[in-house]
């Protein structure tokens, strides 16, 4: 019986996990409300309240899960890619801990992480895996990248953002809006009431299976500048129309490639991961064009899509069983 408990604090949300073998015995996320007020993470701000959540997270998570600490066989952090003083809390934490107990840790890439999230399971319940290879699109807040899982620690990156992510065009365009902070999910609540063929925005040019979303951003930006000139009401009069169109081109982008990268590797397991993964119209697309094309869509439950610790601890658990454990002297990364 091996039982992980995983540490994420790559950004804004403090999270400890408690996986023993592939199971999900608790999995607790402090969210930070304090950037709220900025539009945006605080990097600085980020790191004092993983300082402060740290410690109550983890003894939440131990408590939920009905064991001590000396039960565990290792514990997994987040190394990175995030922000340095956020990762620092989590990356500390884990050695302390770690010594402390004399037990292995085990680094882990947090996109990593979002993908093996789909191979966690439940108390009494095996949710449903993809089988290798699948493709995977990962889109969260700071990546957008299209990767073939060939087995669990074996990725090949087949295409990514040149720029911005696609969890950040939601972000900046939600901001343009004067809408809150994080912008994807209230876009994907108004545009549920919205028409998503009332505004075209155009799509980026790029080769092969690369993303962009700067560009998207800019025409939303200009188009709205230009529409305001002709009424200063006109964000508020059509928001959940802005919404629907502005999520069904990000939408359609994604997917696009996604299309193409099957007719390329031939693949057909198909997965989604990351913290827009959320939301309700990619994942309704992602069905119907599973439908239309014969693929097998692996859709994660909610809890897993935006930032947790169970996906940690899993890829923690597989990377412990190949023995890959990290060295005391590790450090976080902002780049992996
Ligand atoms: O994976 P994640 O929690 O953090 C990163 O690793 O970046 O992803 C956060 C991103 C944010 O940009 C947030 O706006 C977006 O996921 N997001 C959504 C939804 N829920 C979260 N975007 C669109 N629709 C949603 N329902
Ligand atoms: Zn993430």
Redesign the pocket.
Known sequence: MITILGIES??D?TSAAIIRDKVILSNVIANQDVHKQYGGVIPELASRAHQQNIIPVVHRALELAGITKDELTAIAFTRGPGLLGSLLVGVSFAKGLAASLGIPMVEVN?LQG?ILAHFIDDVGKQLSHPLFPFLCLLV????TQLVIIKDYLDFEIIGQTIDD?A??A??KCAKVMGLPY????V??MLAKEGNPEAFRFAKPKVGGLDYSFSGLKTSFLYFLRDRIVENSHFIEENKADLCASLQHTIISILIDNLVKAVKQTGIKEIAVA???S???G?RDRLISEGNKHGWNVYIPEFRF???NAAMIAITGYYKYLQGLVAPLNTVPVTRM
């Open positions: 790559s950004c949300d947090h979002h969260s807040g700071g990546h992510a969890g950040e939601f972000d994080p912008g994807g999910p876009i994907d990351g913290g827009v959320a939301n309700s990619l899509t935006t930032d």
